[in-house]
């Protein structure tokens, strides 16, 4: 079936470090990928999305792109800041039934030191 | 803001206990969905709702019931849950497939603690 495994955490960095979160999927046919974001006690929100190959998402400085060669959409950052410290989710969809069916990595929790 | 409220956010409940929990989108989507965060655990894809008719039910014990009487509207019924059912219940929406990419909205969860 399908599935999405993302890089173990937690990360801890500095502010202004580069950073870069592993995601590989395993998926039949051509699902859409996510980065879903979770800030300290709220729920998940869409950070960027890319519905094809070679397609690359982008927002808040954080980007990702489809390699449908590798099965990845690893995210990444050039310089992170201590409000980015959150847990980070890569998720794809699965076409399969009539509505979304999104299925979630582990996430990883990211910590950004000042 | 994400369009998507959950009440209560926290809860307490004993074993024995009946509570419920409620889920109220105004996004104008035609799928709501629970899942379960349980710590060091993958989300857990427990209901899913299209045109309020359930679609997915992830083999979910029978002490949780989910009801969608609109397409606006979600609740999970608890009764006799077990310590191991604390954990941070979200709920989400979306378009229903072939009109949307499958972007997820979601709500800030509650938080439950069974004594």
């Known amino acids: 079936g399908n599935s999405v495994t993302q890089m173990e955490g937690p990360v801890t960095l500095s502010e202004e470090a580069f950073l870069t979160i592993n995601c590989t999927y395993t998926a039949t046919g051509y699902p859409s990928l996510f980065w879903y974001v979770q800030y300290p006690g709220e729920g998940l929100q869409l950070l960027l999305k890319a519905t094809k190959a070679d397609d690359k998402g982008s927002n808040k400085g954080f980007e990702a792109t489809y390699r449908k060669e590798t099965t990845s959409f690893h995210l990444e950052k050039g310089s992170v800041q201590v409000s980015d410290s959150a847990v980070y989710f890569c998720a794809l969809s699965d076409r399969g039934s009539s509505a979304s069916k999104i299925i979630f990595g582990s996430g990883t929790r990211l910590s950004i030191r000042p | 803001e994400t369009g998507v409220t959950q009440t209560p956010r926290h809860l307490v409940m004993g074993m024995t206990n009946k509570k419920s929990l409620k889920c109220e989108q105004h996004?104008?989507?035609?799928?709501m969905y629970w899942y379960k965060q349980s710590a060091k655990k993958p989300l857990e894809l427990m209901f899913v709702?299209?045109?309020?008719?359930?679609?997915e039910n992830n083999s979910v014990p029978s002490r949780f019931s989910p009801e969608c009487p609109n397409s606006s509207h979600l609740f999970l019924h608890l009764h006799t849950l077990q310590p191991e059912d604390s954990a941070l219940y979200l709920c989400?929406?979306?378009?229903?497939?072939?009109?949307?990419?499958?972007?997820?909205?979601f709500g800030e969860g509650s938080r439950l603690t069974v004594l």
């Open positions: 989400a929406s979306s378009q229903a497939w072939g009109r949307h990419s499958g972007e997820l909205f």
């Open positions: 709702y299209s045109l309020e008719e359930r679609v």
């Open positions: 996004l104008g989507h035609n799928a």
